[in-house]
């Protein structure tokens, strides 16, 4: 499975746009690329997934080069509720992988403030 | 909402007791997981389960055990706690091709004195 590296930490205001960008060199043709948030004390909760170009719902954005080696999840006027970890996780949404799993990173940890 | 519940939902208690995690999903999914977390670190997968009577080990090492002879339900076992074992225990699911998105149960926090 591909890894990925993302920023230990970030921290904003409320009501900015918050881009977080994950890397991930060697994503193989068949991976997708899938963000989950995770607030404290509460299991992480899927936020978007995506193959290539862009993906928006009513959470997000997600926007991935033409190469896939990178990802950007982009929040639009984040709140004091955004404030989370946030994983950049990549793999085969295909067929035949009913043995695989995900590895979790140790993810972006979002501070928003006042 | 997912459903997909985890019991009891904090535990406290004594080195040496055995004790079972509970999770239980109602949406028919076929792959299940356990994840542990320390407050403030990375989830690692201790062991996931693709179908009935099926587990495997995730990449964390656990002295835990489970079992699938149901497919909504994957209870975790510790035979002997010790308090190397204090953490937060989430359960997961997913479809069977689709394990990238997984649904997560609110956790189990366990404490071992």
């Known amino acids: 499975l591909a890894k990925t590296t993302q920023p230990i930490s970030m921290d904003s205001y409320e009501g900015q746009e918050v881009n977080i960008t994950c890397s991930h060199n060697?994503?193989?043709?068949?991976?997708?690329i899938t963000w989950y948030q995770q607030f404290p004390s509460q299991g992480p909760r899927f936020i978007i997934q995506?193959?290539?170009t862009k993906v928006t719902n009513e959470v997000a954005s997600l926007f991935i080069p033409a190469d896939r080696k990178s990802s950007t999840l982009s929040l639009p006027r984040v709140s004091l509720s955004d404030t989370a970890v946030y994983y950049c996780?990549?793999?085969?949404?295909?067929?035949?992988?009913?043995?695989?799993?995900?590895?979790f990173g140790s993810g972006t940890r979002l501070q928003v403030q006042p | 909402e997912a459903d997909i519940y985890q019991t009891p939902r904090y535990l406290v208690i004594g080195t040496g007791k055995k004790i079972t995690l509970e999770c239980s999903q109602t949406?028919?999914?076929?792959?299940m997981y356990w994840y542990q977390q320390d407050p403030g670190m990375e989830l690692h997968l201790i062991h996931y389960?693709?179908?009935?009577?099926?587990?495997e080990k995730g990449d964390l090492s656990s002295e835990s055990t489970v079992s699938r002879i149901r497919t909504e339900h994957f209870p975790l076992t510790l035979e002997s706690a010790r308090p190397s074992h204090t953490s937060q225990y989430l359960c997961?699911?997913?479809?069977?091709?689709?394990?990238?998105?997984?649904?997560f149960g609110p956790g189990t926090r366990l404490t071992v004195l």
């Open positions: 996780l990549v793999g085969d949404s295909g067929m035949d992988t009913g043995r695989r799993a995900l590895t």
């Open positions: 995506g193959y290539k």
């Open positions: 389960s693709y179908g009935v009577n099926s587990t």
């Open positions: 949406m028919g999914h076929d792959k």
């Open positions: 060697n994503i193989a043709t068949n991976d997708y």
């Open positions: 997961a699911s997913s479809e069977y091709k689709h394990y990238n998105e997984q649904f």
